[in-house]
């Protein structure tokens, strides 16, 4: 098998485009600054509603909080997102029906009972997407409806409820709290500081770390216990001018063999590109003459119209390949070769 393709061989196989599963998880990522910004206006609401449970509808429509946006708080407080959602509304009608076409819920708050008739649910299809509460969906801001009502009073008062183990309620708990500032204040912060240590700083997670992170796993999965894969690592280099080595996107060892790996994934043009092909013959060399080998993960509709810089790269690697499972499998198997 050829390892080292040139640009037409390397097109062929490219994705051009970010794959849908990296575009989600970039988007799950990138609603968390949304909603630390948005923390303090999201107490409000709740510490203002003290007279019953339902007073958080008026306070949502007098303070044009988008109901997406706070549908989306109660979701990451009570740790209740896609797949819980989805698998409630699939059982929705079994757990809920109290008599023909009539859903209810009887919840506690405040030392009485409540009992909740709902008013759109079950629905078809009931998601993050219906709901507009993915990284997509956020972006529209929405009012309240019958829909949101139902959702809220689920995640707010579920744990309190006589389903709540069965509708897997049981952390839907925040709405025992209303109109405690201080109580809530202190629970909501907290689980939020757990949410920032989870999504590891969200900025710093752009598309391409989580493209590197996913290629990370894979070698790592794929090559096994012997080798070992590091991301944004450093070869130490006789004739290299920095002491902690050269930075490369992901190192693979075993041994005293080493390889460097460069990951660009470009849909917009950009002049990234043009700055590693402008390196990538003097990295060669260097790695050459200590004994290692480099190779370049490329793809990108955008990388693909700097037609120069990517055949500059393809010419000064030792192996190339695109982005998808299959063309890391073919790294995975370049690397078994030369690193025994």
Not at 75 to 90: H, N, S, T
Not at 164 to 178: F, K, W, Y
Not at 234 to 251: A, C, Q, T, W
Not at 276 to 292: E, I, P, T, W
Request: overall charge negative; aromatic content about 10%; proline content about 2%.
């Amino acid at each position: 098998m050829k390892f080292n393709r040139n640009i037409q061989e390397l097109e062929g196989n490219a994705t051009l485009w970010w794959p849908e599963h990296l575009n989600q998880a970039n988007a799950a990522i990138s609603v968390i600054p949304k909603l630390l910004q948005t923390q303090d206006d999201f107490l409000k609401i709740i510490s203002l509603s003290k007279i019953n449970p339902y007073q958080v509808f008026d306070l949502l429509e007098a303070s044009k909080f988008p109901v997406n946006l706070f549908l989306k708080h109660l979701c990451v407080l009570a740790d209740y997102g896609g797949e819980p959602i989805q698998r409630l509304g699939k059982a929705f009608p079994s757990i809920f029906q109290s008599e023909e076409n009539k859903y209810s819920i009887t919840f506690s708050w405040d030392s009485s009972n409540y009992t909740y008739e709902f008013k759109q649910l079950p629905v078809r299809a009931l998601g993050n997407k219906k709901l507009f509460i993915d990284g997509e969906g956020l972006i529209e801001e929405k009012q309240l409806t019958d829909l949101y009502k139902d959702m809220i009073v689920l995640l707010m008062f579920g744990s309190t409820s006589t389903v709540s183990d069965e509708a897997g309620l049981v952390a839907c708990e925040i709405g025992t709290l209303l109109g405690k500032t201080e109580i809530l204040e202190k629970y909501v912060k907290e689980r939020y500081i757990n949410v920032s240590r989870i999504t590891g700083g969200a900025t710093a997670n752009s598309l391409g770390q989580l493209a590197q992170k996913e290629i990370v796993k894979h070698l790592s999965q794929s090559l096994g216990e012997d080798y070992n894969v590091i991301s944004n690592g450093y070869i130490e280099l006789n004739g290299y001018e920095k002491e902690n080595g050269m930075p490369f996107d992901i190192v693979v060892t075993k041994g005293a063999n080493k390889v460097g790996i460069e990951v660009s994934f470009q849909v917009t043009t950009n002049s990234t590109i043009e700055r590693k092909a402008g390196q990538a013959a003097d990295r060669m060399s260097l790695m050459h003459s200590n004994g290692y080998k480099i190779a370049y993960v490329l793809d990108g509709a955008g990388n693909f119209q700097r037609v120069s810089a990517i055949s500059t790269l393809c010419t000064n690697s030792d192996c190339t390949v695109a982005y998808s499972s299959q063309e890391f499998d073919i790294l995975s198997q370049w690397l078994g070769q030369i690193l025994d």
